[in-house]
């Protein structure tokens, strides 16, 4: 559970949360009417104080859990059919505008990103994910490569084609264990709606909200503004399961750790107690500390052996039960368990030490003068 927590926390999510707010936005407009209005608004939105860059998307990461929109695609070379495009993978289709990327410091690893050029009358275009380009060309360059996307195509398969400008880095939109192929279309020549609003800015990004909104409602006095979220927040949410599980499962396993201490000092220190006559009679006869120290650690290390062989038994079988609360873990990982071993003979050692050692101090004469 520790690993998966630590996974949790090293997950590259393909954005930067950090000073990020996002909105849901809804002028009650549609279609062109909705897009001018959402790019009059980003662009009101840039010119405030202390924001870095504004854009808007489809549907922000961890929106809507494993709901989001699918989108069939035929590649170049296939026909243009609905039939070619059962031999491709879904693709989790996303419209943005060209600040989008800026705000969410989406890494662009090749080509380009939107611009203002890619307008409604201009040729149509698409971003893609590097999971994308690598399933979809493999060892291949994809700018320039040409994609349909006949589930956005307004019933024109000729209009669906979209030529890949660029490539990004993946992003978790639907689960931060449910990676997807990514499509980015841009907003202005999409029919789906850039409906999430989502702003970086240089200090508290939800204290820029309540700004935001009154700029929203200056262009549309009816605009409904909800969800209003940091991202940061979104994303500690997601993360909550393993988060709670990890300190769950860790308070139960450093009180295990306590039981195993007190109870191995115990059990180690009257065990010597009761033989202290035994030792005395082997010190008299010439036995040293290190024959001593065997002695007492003999009934003890027998038990430990076992304990430890039926621990791992425990374990292979519990691991499997919760295999489903793991994140990047296998439930029979390797390293997990050599580190578990060592922990537990670690903690052996240390509830061992002072009994063994107080029993290689005792006086011989001492002891069987009270005996």
Same mark, same amino acid.
């Given at each position: 559970?520790?690993?998966?927590?630590?996974?949790?926390?090293?997950?590259?999510?393909?954005?930067?949360?950090?000073?990020?707010?996002?909105?849901?936005?809804?002028?009650?407009?549609?279609?062109?009417?909705?897009?001018?209005?959402?790019?009059?608004?980003?662009?009101?939105?840039?010119?405030?104080?202390?924001?870095?860059?504004?854009?808007?998307?489809?549907?922000?990461?961890?929106?809507?859990?494993?709901?989001?929109?699918?989108?069939?695609?035929?590649?170049?070379?296939?026909?243009?059919?609905?039939?070619?495009?059962?031999?491709?993978?879904?693709?989790?289709?996303?419209?943005?505008?060209?600040?989008?990327?800026?705000?969410?410091?989406?890494?662009?690893?090749?080509?380009?990103?939107?611009?203002?050029?890619?307008?409604?009358?201009?040729?149509?275009?698409?971003?893609?994910?590097?999971?994308?380009?690598?399933?979809?060309?493999?060892?291949?360059?994809?700018?320039?490569?040409? *994609? #349909?996307?006949?589930? $956005?195509?307004?019933?024109?398969? !000729? =209009?669906?084609?979209?030529?890949? /400008? @660029?490539?990004? %880095?993946?992003?978790?939109?639907?689960?931060?264990?449910?990676?997807?192929?990514?499509?980015?279309?841009?907003?202005?020549?999409?029919?789906?709606?850039?409906?999430?609003?989502?702003?970086?800015?240089?200090?508290?990004?939800?204290?820029?909200?309540?700004?935001?909104?009154?700029?929203?409602?200056?262009?549309?006095?009816?605009?409904?503004?909800?969800?209003?979220?940091?991202?940061?927040?979104?994303?500690?949410?997601?993360?909550?399961?393993?988060? *709670? #599980?990890?300190?769950? $499962?860790?308070?139960?396993?450093? !009180? =295990?750790?306590?039981?195993?201490? /007190? @109870?191995?000092? %115990?059990?180690v220190s009257l065990d010597a107690t009761r033989r202290s006559?035994?030792?005395?009679?082997?010190?008299?006869?010439?036995?040293?500390?290190?024959?001593?120290?065997?002695?007492?650690?003999?009934?003890?290390?027998?038990?430990?052996?076992?304990?430890?062989?039926?621990?791992?038994?425990?374990?292979?079988?519990?691991?499997?039960?919760?295999?489903?609360?793991?994140?990047?873990?296998?439930?029979?990982?390797?390293?997990?368990?050599?580190?578990?071993?060592?922990?537990?003979?670690?903690?052996?050692?240390?509830?061992?030490?002072?009994?063994?050692?107080?029993?290689?101090?005792?006086?011989?004469?001492?002891?069987?003068?009270?005996?």
């Amino acid at each position: 559970m520790l690993r998966s927590y630590i996974n949790v926390r090293q997950l590259d999510l393909g954005f930067i949360p950090d000073q990020v707010v996002a909105l849901e936005v809804d002028p009650g407009l549609a279609g062109s009417a909705y897009n001018e209005w959402v790019r009059d608004l980003i662009a009101r939105v840039e010119r405030l104080p202390d924001v870095q860059a504004a854009g808007a998307v489809h549907a922000r990461p961890l929106a809507r859990g494993a709901i989001g929109s699918d989108s069939t695609v035929v590649l170049e070379g296939q026909p243009n059919t609905r039939q070619s495009s059962r031999l491709n993978p879904l693709l989790n289709y996303m419209s943005a505008t060209p600040g989008y990327f800026a705000a969410m410091r989406i890494r662009l690893t090749q080509g380009r990103l939107f611009d203002a050029q890619d307008h409604g009358r201009s040729p149509r275009v698409a971003i893609v994910s590097e999971s994308t380009a690598r399933r979809l060309w493999p060892g291949q360059n994809p700018i320039g490569r040409h *994609l #349909s996307l006949l589930a $956005f195509s307004d019933g024109d398969p !000729a =209009a669906s084609w979209r030529t890949v /400008v @660029g490539v990004v %880095s993946d992003v978790r939109y639907r689960g931060l264990d449910d990676a997807r192929l990514d499509v980015y279309e841009p907003a202005a020549q999409s029919r789906a709606r850039a409906g999430y609003l989502v702003v970086r800015s240089s200090r508290d990004a939800v204290a820029v909200a309540a700004t935001v909104r009154a700029e929203a409602h200056r262009t549309a006095p009816r605009a409904v503004i909800s969800g209003i979220t940091s991202m940061q927040e979104v994303v500690d949410r997601a993360a909550a399961t393993w988060t *709670l #599980s990890a300190w769950m $499962f860790g308070l139960f396993a450093a !009180a =295990a750790v306590v039981l195993v201490c /007190v @109870g191995l000092f %115990s059990t180690v220190s009257l065990d010597a107690t009761r033989r202290s006559r035994e030792f005395a009679l082997r010190i008299a006869l010439g036995a040293g500390s290190r024959d001593i120290a065997k002695a007492a650690l003999r009934p003890t290390g027998v038990h430990i052996l076992a304990g430890l062989w039926i621990g791992l038994g425990l374990a292979i079988i519990g691991s499997r039960a919760m295999s489903r609360l793991l994140f990047g873990v296998s439930p029979l990982d390797v390293s997990t368990y050599v580190g578990v071993v060592c922990l537990t003979a670690t903690t052996v050692a240390t509830a061992c030490f002072l009994p063994v050692y107080r029993t290689t101090q005792i006086d011989p004469a001492s002891a069987l003068k009270r005996e």
